[in-house]
């Protein structure tokens, strides 16, 4: 009865999804940055929408300039053709396995050592979500999968299927921590965008953590919500740095998820169910 219950909830939202990627029309330079998520995609839409404007920070929100593209339309909060509007190219932020974005565009797919995914995913659920458990209790749900988004794992595997083809970038996040400039560059020149002298200076200030933070607000996707339910507004950028999963995981942890990367993904795709990609 539940399970009944889950699917007739979640319809209409899986409905006006499917409608909106039915009536979508992809261009040739629409650019869809796909995660899962904690694996810094507001950074890389920053980046890009830095890239692609005069930079101005005049939004009150990222979406605004940078849609959640399946959120968006399952919601309702925009239709296919309200995409129509946004000047090219459009930047469009997505958690969805490939099976389920419209063909014909450039996909940047960002990995996040599984470690620090999972502990970022951690804080999220406690301020975002609701979870009270511990720690320990959240990264066995994390690990098989029990979580909004599915498993990890597949999620990563489906998409290096696509790894190699000419309109996939593959980005590391901890190459952006490293290096943003180089990401910047390979990014530009990936998207075919000329980045000069001084757009690259503002591009690398205006994504400085630091400034993100300042500004966080226009970042937070549930900024209105969370704040009408008395939820800290400085909770959804949290430390934007690497190696936390090592130092808040014991040993164990480690070596299960060690063990876990080592094992080659029998089915690399997702399952195809839209719900917990549209909640």
Not at 94 to 120: E, F, K, N, Q
Not at 210 to 236: N, Y
Request: positive net charge.
């Amino acid at each position: 009865m539940r399970t009944v219950l889950d699917a007739l909830e979640h319809a209409p939202r899986m409905l006006n999804f499917l409608r909106g990627l039915v009536e979508f029309r992809p261009r040739e330079d629409d650019i869809f940055i796909v995660t899962y998520p904690r694996s810094g995609t507001t950074w890389m839409q920053m980046v890009l929408y830095q890239l692609t404007t005069d930079g101005r920070m005049d939004f009150t929100h990222i979406s605004e300039v940078s849609p959640w593209f399946e959120r968006s339309l399952a919601l309702g909060t925009a239709e296919a053709q309200d995409f129509e509007s946004l000047p090219s190219p459009r930047i469009f932020k997505s958690h969805l396995p490939h099976m389920w974005l419209p063909g014909g565009c450039r996909y940047i797919y960002i990995t996040r050592d599984v470690a620090d995914v999972a502990v970022s995913y951690y804080h999220l659920y406690r301020s975002h979500l609701g979870f009270e458990g511990s720690f320990s209790d959240f990264l066995k749900r994390f690990t098989s999968g029990r979580v909004q988004y599915k498993s990890w794992f597949k999620h990563v595997a489906g998409w290096k299927t696509r790894r190699g083809e000419p309109g996939v970038l593959f980005v590391r996040y901890e190459d952006m921590l490293a290096s943003l400039k180089s990401v910047i560059g390979e990014v530009a020149g990936f998207c075919g965008l000329e980045v000069g002298g001084a757009t690259l200076d503002r591009v690398l200030r205006r994504c400085d953590f630091e400034f993100m933070k300042r500004h966080q607000d226009k970042f937070d996707h549930a900024t209105k919500v969370l704040l009408d339910r008395g939820i800290r507004q400085d909770s959804f950028i949290r430390k934007g740095g690497g190696g936390e999963g090592a130092d808040r995981m014991t040993g164990r942890q480690k070596e299960s998820l060690r063990r876990m990367l080592g094992k080659p993904v029998k089915h690399p795709t997702i399952e195809l169910d839209l719900a917990e990609f549209l909640k």
